[in-house]
């Protein structure tokens, strides 16, 4: 699954180790709003997959206004949640299934964010990297109360235990709004790349000249450390 607009780069790999590929996600252009999003399945047989798609079918389907972008943001993500419980309701069978959602839309000057899960957004500002969201993982306590650091947590076994998600019980979305410099760029992106490399690393790749050479390098890095999970990610120039 590939996708390139001008721009805009997005690609995502299912890695070395896993045999689907659960994540998906979306470059949308509308005229004048750029709708971006990442989406990492949860809960095992493929379902995970399913609910991927059906957060990135929300993000695909809403319709986005403009002015009301802040509440579309969480009304999509609603909807998505909705629509997984539903299908878990219909089939027990998709007991546990759940997804990641990471979306950013870029309207006039504003990035618009929302945000659930372990997918991530880094804003490339000035050549330093910000990492915009926060996991919602049951590690990120440790780290805030600062008895786990970064390094160890990024290889800790319980890393990818979520406590919240589309489709979990729990769901309490984060979301923001940036004010756009000249020559930011952005990164969204699923945890099979950050589970790989350090932000010190992200930031040097990241502010290679094209947005295809960071993205390739970036992708092509995560596997080589491994690829031990789908790796996905968007990398866009904001002007
Ligand atoms: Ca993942």
């Known amino acids: ?41 949860v809960g095992g047989n493929g379902n995970g997959e399913k609910a ?25 993500l609603e909807n998505a949640a909705k629509r997984i419980h539903h299908e878990i309701n219909k089939n027990s069978n998709l007991a546990g299934m759940g997804a990641t959602a990471t979306s950013a839309i870029l309207y006039k000057d504003k990035i618009f964010w929302i945000h ?13 990297i910000k990492q ?11 780290l805030d109360d600062g008895s786990l650091t970064i390094e160890q947590a990024r290889t800790h076994p319980l890393r990818n235990m979520l ?22 760029r952005l990164l969204l992106c699923s945890d ?12 040097s790749i990241l502010k290679m000249n094209s947005i295809q050479e960071a993205g390739e390098k970036l992708l092509n890095t995560a596997l080589k450390m491994g690829g031990a999970d789908n790796v996905t990610l968007i990398v866009k120039d904001l002007y």
């Open 116 to 128: 659930v899960g372990d997918s991530r957004i880094y804003l490339l500002r000035r050549k330093k």
């Open 52 to 76: 991927a798609e059906i957060v990135i079918d929300a993000f695909q389907t809403y319709k986005f206004s403009g002015e009301g972008i802040k509440d579309d943001l969480s009304a999509a």
């Open 1 to 41: 699954m590939i996708k390139k607009i001008i721009g805009v780069w997005g690609e995502s790999h299912k890695g070395h180790k896993r045999k689907l590929n659960e994540d998906r996600f979306l470059i949308r252009e509308l005229p004048g709003i750029t709708i971006l999003a990442v989406a990492d399945g």
């Open 132 to 142: 915009i969201t926060t996991d919602h993982t049951f590690i990120q306590d440790f």
């Open 192 to 203: 099979g790349l950050t589970m790989h490399l350090s932000d010190i690393q992200i930031e």
């Open 163 to 184: 406590d919240q998600c589309v489709g979990c019980d729990e769901m309490e979305p984060d979301s923001g709004i940036i004010h756009i410099k000249k020559g930011d």
